[in-house]
T-cell receptor, first 112, second 113 residues
Framework: GENVEQHPSTLSVQEGDSAVIKCTYS??????FPWYKQELGKRPQLIID???NVGEKKDQRIAVTLNKTAKHFSLHITETQPEDSAVYFC???????????WGAGTKLIIKP | SQTIHQWPATLVQPVGSPLSLECTVE??????LYWYRQAAGRGLQLLFY??????ISSEVPQNLSASRPQDRQFILSSKKLLLSDSGFYLC????????????FGPGTRLTVT
């Protein structure tokens, strides 16, 4: 079955710098890759997603890139701000069902 | 627009007591429904998912069960809680019939004492 690995587990960056979180997946049939942000004590919320027929997608300061050959996808946050501090989860959807297979999460810390 | 509700928001229960958590979705029909558990500081563990009334798939064998008595209602139950059942329980839904994002409810924080 599908397996998703996420790195790093913790990322600390200076405010204003960029942050990159990377995930790898094992099932080449996976075709949908969302990213979620979870603030402390709150529910996870979708921030951006990408499908397998697209290589890159941007939404203001957030971008996701997908490399199907290498089976990895990455979240890029530019000009980081204190409100970007949270745990970020990647996920992949195996084409065989409607589940999401989740990464373990990355705690992003923005230093003032 | 679609809305997902969960209750209660917080719950403190003794070991060995029963549990019933409820989730309802508004504004959509025949959604896929999911129950997740999140231990403190950890990731998302899928417990159950359902693609229709009475259709429940269990991902983790344990002392929990799920039911879907109505199209937009999903219930998580236990007959006897364990200390290890403590955590943040999240219900989620997604659009039926296609691969898409999941939308999470506000969650129930359960502490088993």
């Amino acid at each position: 079955g599908e397996n998703v690995e996420q790195h790093p587990s913790t990322l600390s960056v200076q405010e204003g710098d960029s942050a990159v979180i990377k995930c790898t997946y094992s099932d080449s049939a996976s075709n949908y890759f969302p990213w979620y942000k979870q603030e402390l004590g709150k529910r996870p919320q979708l921030i951006i997603d990408i499908r397998s027929n697209v290589g890159e997608k941007k939404d203001q300061r957030i971008a996701v890139t997908l490399n199907k050959t290498a089976k990895h996808f990455s979240l890029h946050i530019t000009e980081t701000q204190p409100e970007d501090s949270a745990v970020y989860f990647c996920a992949a959807n195996p084409r065989s069902n409607y589940q999401l297979i989740w990464g373990a999460g990355t705690k992003l810390i923005i230093k003032p | 627009s679609q809305t997902i509700h969960q209750w209660p928001a917080t719950l403190v229960q003794p070991v060995g007591s029963p549990l019933s958590l409820e989730c309802t979705v508004e504004g959509t029909s025949n959604p896929n429904l999911y129950w997740y558990r999140q231990a403190a500081g950890r990731g998302l563990q899928l417990l159950f998912y359902s693609v229709g009334i009475g259709q429940i798939s269990s991902e983790v064998p344990q002392n929990l069960s799920a039911s879907r008595p109505q199209d937009r209602q999903f219930i998580l139950s236990s007959k006897k809680l364990l200390l290890s059942d403590s955590g943040f329980y999240l219900c989620a839904w997604s659009v039926s019939g296609r691969v898409s994002e999941q939308y999470f409810g506000p969650g129930t924080r359960l502490t088993v004492t």
